[in-house]
């Protein structure tokens, strides 16, 4: 579908009987509260039931009320399917007949949680790899032996279909479409009101073994991953971290995965690529300059590491990001109309 330049982008979201509260109030947060306050145009939101005007019951004490059908979700840009209320369950034919229509017609689809189960009955995740809930995992893949089930990551941007894990994997997968849409400051400022992190790489771990961490966990290593954060420009070690946060390095490591799923060198070097994009993105500031500020060392340190994570080189990157913004109206947001990143490689 090509995007027209200048109208805001449409989002719509499925909504389908007794769906969890959850999913569905992240993408109706994340692209369906306007953000005057950025300056940036923003998403055309819809939420759209099986038949335009009905009131449809979600989860509990909760009902939908939207004056959208389905054939608002065909001719959107982005499609969002929810987690479904009965996994074991056939998802409406209704439903499925307008997720191939809208990928047909080339939307974007996502999927949160037990969303892809909807996916998988329309044949849009054939061969392809796909997250969902750890703990619906092991059915999907053996209701849809087609497709290539990673239980352990938390979404996989596929290009054209998207597909997250559980719960709060779900507002990760909306701030990385964020990202990809209108640019790191942007995501990064929605990712503030929510008080969550800005950027967790969708192969970061799902937390298997211990799905919430402990409260003591997240308090404790916030404050050095603020102090961190701010000072990406100098050769930060394990050790050093390690010493700030008072501990002994294999503590601080075993405290890291269970608070990120990854180690603490792995973290920094997401936040210095995360960095490396934003400065892309707002500054003219030379490859060498960028590299040196986000603690990268020189020009080709960074080039080399930032196409091993995001897929394509930096100057290209500016580049497509400068030439969707231009085609866009010349905001400050970003891109309306879609550029063709690659998907970053992701560690299972």
Known sequence: MTQKPGRPATVAVAVTDGMPILE???PCHVFGTPRPD???PWYDFRLCNLTEG???PARQWFTTHTP???RELVEADTVIVPASADVRGRPPA???EAVREAHDRGARIVSLCSGAFV??????LDGRRAATHWEHAPLLAERYPAVDVDPTVLYIDDGDILTSAGSTAGIDLCLHVLRKDLGSRVAGSVARHLVVPAHRPGGQAQYIETPVPPAETDSGLAPLLHWAAERLHLPLTTPELARRAGTSERTLVRRFHQATGTTPLQWLQAQRISRAKELLETTDQPMDRIAEQCG???AGNLRLHFARSVGIPPSEYRRAYRAADSRAGGSAAGSYTKVAYPPAPLRG
Not at 119 to 124: F, I, K, P, V
């Open 24 to 26: 569905l109030a992240v």
């Open 38 to 40: 950025l300056h940036t």
């Open 54 to 56: 009905d009131a449809v």
């Open 68 to 70: 959208h059908g389905y």
């Open 94 to 96: 209704r439903l499925l």
């Open 119 to 124: 996916l998988a009955a329309a044949g849009l």
């Open 296 to 298: 990268l060392g020189g």
